[in-house]
């Protein structure tokens, strides 16, 4: 078998921007993207950073009734696409110090903002189940492919989802996530 041959050829769609790579063996990714330069690995991997928090602030604005929707169609929907997903990939990477880093800062910005939804006393503990929550549907849906979860629509989840959230954060607007 040739080199060239060997090769993976995939692609990915962020945004407006489609990414064609090649995947081979095992180990860290190496990443080339034509016409940007990130300096390093660590750029590149600084500008998927500023990604993802841009996209869990748009989650957290509009009206405080519709949290749990905004926040349920960020988790389920992966902007690299379902074969080539982002939140996989760096439970995978996990033992590479700076993807588990990345993976803790992203969720402490999440459950610091879900805290600033509720005046509870224990808001960082209740941020914190909700953010547990979002975690383990992205793991039974995207990695373990649990059945139930995987094959759910958003509004299927959702009406179960707005419960467990108006529970957790009932400042959030509760009546309105009951009877939505």
Do not use: C
Not at 10 to 39: C, K
Not at 104 to 114: G, K, V
């Amino acid at each position: 078998m040739s080199l060239s041959t060997a090769f993976e050829h995939h692609t990915a769609q962020v945004g407006d921007v489609t990414i064609h790579y090649v995947r081979m063996g095992n180990g860290a990714p190496l990443v080339l993207l034509h016409g940007w330069y990130f300096g390093s690995k660590e750029g590149l991997f600084q500008a998927v950073v500023a990604f993802d928090r841009s996209r869990l602030a748009q989650a957290m604005q509009g009206p405080p009734e519709h949290l749990a929707e905004r926040l349920l169609k960020n988790a389920l929907g992966d902007p690299a696409g379902r074969d080539h997903d982002l939140f996989v990939t760096l439970l995978r990477s996990s033992d590479y110090p700076p993807a588990a880093s990345y993976m803790r800062t992203l969720l402490d910005l999440l459950s610091a903002d879900l805290a600033t939804q509720t005046t509870a006393s224990d808001a960082e503990l209740r941020a914190d189940l909700v953010v547990a929550l979002i975690t383990g549907i992205v793991v039974l849906r995207r990695l373990v492919g649990k059945t139930s979860l995987s094959e759910a629509t958003t509004e299927a989840l959702l009406p179960s989802f707005q419960h467990v959230l108006s529970v957790l954060l009932p400042d959030v607007g509760a009546g309105d996530l009951s009877n939505k």
